[in-house]
């Protein structure tokens, strides 16, 4: 055992560890039972389309037009991805696993809020899904269920475009989802005061949205902050393509 301190000889109580969590179905994306604001957000009128329908076609109720990366019905036939989670809610308001039932108070990513106003504050055009994923059994990490290695192409990112991002985390274990180049803007209620992150935990079984002002042009790595996930394979490139180049922006929602 050791102990740090700002000068030798120092000595202190260790104190008591915390009891060791048990997950549930929740963290398996399954949660059916618990209220808040999780359950006003699913449109249960598209469950019957099978796991996570309500989240992958059509317009959501903001009008965005929905991109997944890899729709969900081909996400559970691939080797690397052991589960889709059938109900990812948001856990915005939870402080993380292990955090439940602490004495003390704990803050939450719905608790925080910028000090300044957000610089961009549109509405962005467009909301692109990618899903977290595991086959934990054969250390396999992904993002929808294709390790880096065997990616075929970037995600797409177009200059000057506000984007929203949606992470869906299939897998058991809390990841730092990490951006390089960019802010996420964490679409978390605060309004024009968003939290702006580089790096955001998305938990077992969550469904969690950023914005983001795709306005640095070039490749930029995307990847779980684990880095033994990382390594894996839960990485991707970001590329934000300039104006001009590829499909523009304004023409995308026709398509759907
Ligand atoms: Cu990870």
Redesign the pocket.
């Known amino acids: 055992m050791a102990t740090f301190g700002p000068e030798p000889g120092l000595r202190a109580e260790v104190p008591a560890l915390r009891t060791v969590p048990t997950l549930t179905m929740k963290d398996m994306g399954m949660d059916h039972g618990q209220g808040g604001m999780d359950h006003r957000r699913m449109d249960h009128s598209k469950m019957d389309h099978g796991a996570m329908g309500h989240a992958e076609h059509g317009p959501d109720p903001h009008g965005l037009s929905v991109q997944p990366v890899s729709p969900e019905s081909q996400l559970s036939r691939r080797p690397g991805v052991a589960n889709v989670a059938a109900m990812p809610v948001s856990r915005l308001d939870e402080a993380g696993i292990g955090l439940e039932n602490v004495p003390h108070r704990t803050l939450t990513y719905a608790d925080l809020r910028s000090l300044d106003r957000n610089p961009d504050l549109r509405h962005p055009g467009r909301e692109v899904v990618v899903h977290l994923t595991s086959n934990m059994e054969r250390y396999m990490?992904s993002f929808d269920g294709v390790k880096f290695s065997e990616v075929t192409g970037p995600i797409v990112f177009h200059e000057g475009e506000r984007v929203r991002l949606t992470l869906v985390n299939n897998t058991m274990?809390p990841?730092p989802i990490h951006l390089h180049g960019m802010f996420f803007d964490v679409v978390n209620g605060g309004g024009d005061h968003k939290p702006r992150k580089h790096t955001i935990i998305v938990k077992p079984g969550e469904k969690l949205s950023v914005d983001i002002s795709a306005d640095h042009v070039g490749d930029w790595a995307f990847h779980?902050h684990?880095l033994y996930?990382m390594h894996a394979g839960?990485m991707q490139v970001v590329s934000v393509q300039p104006e001009g180049q590829g499909q523009p922006q304004s023409h995308q929602g026709a398509h759907h």
């Open positions: 990490w274990m990841h779980c684990l996930h839960m």
